[in-house]
């Protein structure tokens, strides 16, 4: 079974926003910053006052990296499989997967928001905005 | 002044604790110095990634039957030896200690390793774990960045392996070339085993104090600190602006602004390398090339004894011991002592970095001669 993330009544927000179809993140009501993961306050301003937004979808690859070998027991059948980083379009940036060949990655390449449902979780990832998918 | 060092044997020790390490290289580093333990005054200790307690300074402290005036537990990951060192310097230069020890001691070869295993926050069900996946994540973006190539990457680890053959201490005495490198078994992309570093266990120490105690006690072969600095780059590597520059620049600048030189004025190094990539940025950020050339820079050999800068002359964290830093410290001072298995003839000064997290927390040492 793929690891679960403890959801906290800070998190429940960006888990729920995901079982819902949309990919939340923080916004700063003071000095509109945008961030994620789920913090109590603003790490440009501090202010506690935040609400959640709507990401468009888009977003960039900074970069990955691909595991030959699993760490935990979850991914022994899923490797070899690829780890991102993703920035929004909005600035927030997110760990994630790209559904796509691994000679097709490349940094600042765009990609687009795919929420998947796997094993019983919602999870955010992406798939290459120019559509070449690997399945 | 580093007036003494110790350390235990590097590799698997089962059966010794942190404690029990730390205690063993206190005593050599006290011996080196030829002090007695009733001259410490100070004790600054890591604190043990395989199983930490609260107030574990005062373990060790209790261990060695030693009342310090100042001291405790540091944690900046693999920065803090350098940073522990550092304050401890300080607190001699203010009056706040004499004869100051710094000691680090692990065993997550023969204890936990869960430290280095972890997933990262809550972002496990993308299967993101581990200490090796993070720094992979920076080479990936060093390599697309500037054209880094994995065969650049491992001129490190070919010069720490040549440095480690010839070091009796060193737990992995197995020399390598590029292409037993490059088809080392695939770990985490772009990153294969022998990009990363031993785990092991093992215990390290320092005995540090003015150059006027130094004197007054008769320490036989003490080696003065020229400079140091600490920078911290704080963003997990996910939320960091820009993954390729780091903090060891700050570190660096501190460092080598208080001992009034620069990077061309360095004639030996100790750079932490954790990972490959770790060595090559380092380079960058200290000045040794511009940003994005260190993969020119390493090839050819210019990192073994020899080269244009001998770099790990110990073997580093990928041949002599996976330890977070303190061996770097210690083949430094031998280097100024001119005692080095690998000795780099002629070298005056020297530079160590120790570093923390996935490039966290970053420290730097300025090494020189009498």
């Known amino acids: ?35 994620l993961p789920a913090r109590d306050e603003c790490p440009r301003c501090l202010s506690r006052s935040h609400d959640w937004q709507v990401a468009s ?24 499989y690829n780890v991102a980083i993703v920035e929004l379009d909005e600035g927030p940036r997110l760990i994630t997967n790209v559904d796509a060949r691994e000679e097709e990655l490349a940094i600042e390449l765009p990609v687009r928001l795919r929420i998947d449902e796997d094993d019983g979780l919602h999870l955010p990832r992406f798939t290459l905005a120019g559509g070449r998918w690997s399945r | 002044m580093i007036a003494g060092v110790g ?18 290289a206190v005593r050599k580093a006290l011996a080196d110095a030829r002090v007695e333990k009733d001259a410490v005054d100070a004790l600054f200790v890591k604190y043990p990634t395989s199983g930490h307690v609260p107030m574990y300074g005062q373990v060790v402290a209790e261990a060695l039957g030693v009342q310090p005036r100042i001291g405790g537990v540091w944690d900046q990951g693999g920065a803090t030896n350098i940073s522990m060192l550092s304050f401890a310097a300080m607190a001699i230069s203010h009056g706040q200690c004499e004869v100051a020890v710094v000691t680090t001691a692990d065993n997550p070869r023969t204890g936990t390793r869960q430290a280095y295993e972890r997933a990262w926050g809550d972002d496990a069900p993308f299967g993101w774990f581990g200490t090796p996946a993070g720094y992979a994540m920076i080479a990936r973006r060093h390599m697309e960045e500037f054209g880094t190539t994995h065969e650049q990457l491992g001129e490190i680890a070919v010069a720490a392996r040549r440095h480690g053959a010839t070091n009796p201490d060193a737990q992995l005495r197995a020399p390598i070339t590029l292409e037993d490198f490059t088809q080392s078994r695939p770990v985490v992309d772009p990153f294969c085993r022998d990009d990363c570093c031993l785990i092991s266990d093992g215990a390290a120490a320092i005995v540090v104090m003015s150059r006027e105690r130094a004197r007054q006690l008769g320490a036989p072969a003490p080696v003065p600190v020229l400079g140091f600095g600490q920078g911290q780059t704080s ?4 939320q960091r602006p820009t993954l390729t520059e780091t903090a060891a620049a700050v570190s660096a600048h501190t460092a080598f602004a208080m001992a009034g030189i620069g990077p061309e004025q360095v004639d030996v190094a100790q750079l932490y390398d954790c990972f490959t990539i770790t060595v090559l940025m380092t380079l960058e950020d200290y ?39 303190m061996q770097l410290v210690l083949e430094g001072v031998r280097q100024m002592r001119g005692t080095s298995a690998n000795q780099v003839p002629g070298a005056q000064t020297c530079v160590v970095s120790n570093q923390g997290g996935i490039m966290h927390t970053h420290s730097t040492l300025v090494l020189g001669q009498e």
Request: aromatic share 10%; glycine share 16%; charged share 15%.
């Open chain 2, 235 to 238: 963003w997990e590597v996910a």
């Open chain 1, 1 to 35: 079974m793929l690891p679960r993330p403890e959801v906290t009544p800070l998190t429940e927000p960006y888990w729920s926003g995901l079982a819902a179809g949309e990919l939340r993140f923080q916004h700063c009501r003071d000095c509109g910053n945008a961030w």
């Open chain 1, 57 to 80: 979808g888009g977003g960039r690859i900074i970069s990955w990296v691909v595991y030959r070998q699993a760490v935990h027991e979850a991914f022994v059948e899923r490797i070899p």
């Open chain 2, 287 to 325: 000045g040794f090339c511009r940003k994005g050339q260190g993969g020119p820079f390493v090839a050819d050999g210019a990192l073994q004894l020899g080269g244009a800068l001998p770099t790990n002359t110990s073997g580093g964290l990928l041949s002599e011991t996976g330890m977070p830093g």
């Open chain 2, 7 to 24: 350390h235990t044997a590097y590799g698997k020790l089962p059966g010794r604790s942190p404690t029990s390490m730390n205690v063993e």
